[in-house]
T-cell receptor
Framework: GESVGLHLPTLSVQEGDNSIINCAYS??????FIWYKQESGKGPQFIID?????DKRQGQRVTVLLNKTVKHLSLQIAATQPGDSAVYFC??????????FGQGTELSVKP | SAVISQKPSRDICQRGTSLTIQCQVD?????MFWYRQQPGQSLTLIAT?????????ESGFVIDKFPISRPNLTFSTLTVSNMSPEDSSIYLC??????????????FGPGTRLTVL
């Protein structure tokens, strides 16, 4: 069946370094993707989205890259801070607004 | 964005009982969804809550177990019926703000953490 998956379940980085979180998706027809951040005890927080007619989108300290050829997404966080520690999910938007979530990557930032 | 609240925020229930979770949005939205997040896992869509009609359930989820109401464009409930310990999860509602199409930002409520003993 269709699925969205992540390459790395955990990522540990030093404060100030850049973080890269990867995600693979399986539905080549997918045209909209979202990254979420989930802190302990909270609901997922929208970070950034990207449509399939783009290959890069930048936000505040975050960049999402989309490679449709290999069906791959990445989230880059610049100058990672302790407050960035959380679980990050990619999600693939299906017809009707339904989201298919990846497995999640736990980002740990060491001071 | 939209401000989404859920009640209760957490509960501990006995097996065989039922719990109704409420989701309230501060503005009218067409699209509202219910997700489940099992411990240490990712999110799985339970159903789309349709205003004025029966919810649309995903494979593996049935109305008898997870009845959903959507009486208007700002409110929905999810009931977890005849609970077992396997139902222990976080239940989350989400919305696409406004009355737009499906390819727009989707926001989540804070979740309801359910423990079934």
């Amino acid at each position: 069946g269709e699925s969205v998956g992540l390459h790395l379940p955990t990522l540990s980085v030093q404060e100030g370094d850049n973080s890269i979180i990867n995600c693979a998706y399986s539905n080549s027809a997918s045209d909209y993707f979202i990254w979420y951040k989930q802190e302990s005890g909270k609901g997922p927080q929208f970070i950034i989205d990207i449509r399939s007619n783009m290959d890069k989108r930048q936000g505040q300290r975050v960049t999402v890259l989309l490679n449709k050829t290999v069906k791959h997404l990445s989230l880059q966080i610049a100058a990672t801070q302790p407050g960035d520690s959380a679980v990050y999910f990619c999600a693939e938007n299906m017809m009707g607004g339904k989201l298919i979530f990846g497995q999640g990557t736990e980002l740990s930032v060491k001071p | 964005s939209a401000v989404i609240s859920q009640k209760p925020s957490r509960d501990i229930c006995q097996r065989g009982t039922s719990l109704t979770i409420q989701c309230q949005v501060d503005s009218q939205v067409t699209m509202m969804f219910w997700y489940r997040q099992q411990p240490g896992q990712s999110l799985t869509l339970i159903a789309t809550a349709n205003q004025g009609s029966e919810a649309t359930y995903e494979s593996g989820f049935v109305i008898d177990k997870f009845p959903i109401s959507r009486p208007n464009l700002t409110f929905s409930t999810l009931t977890v019926s005849n609970m077992s310990p396997e139902d222990s999860s976080i239940y989350l509602c989400s919305v696409v703000p406004g009355l737009a199409g499906s390819h727009n930002e989707q926001f989540f409520g804070p979740g309801t953490r359910l423990t079934v003993l």
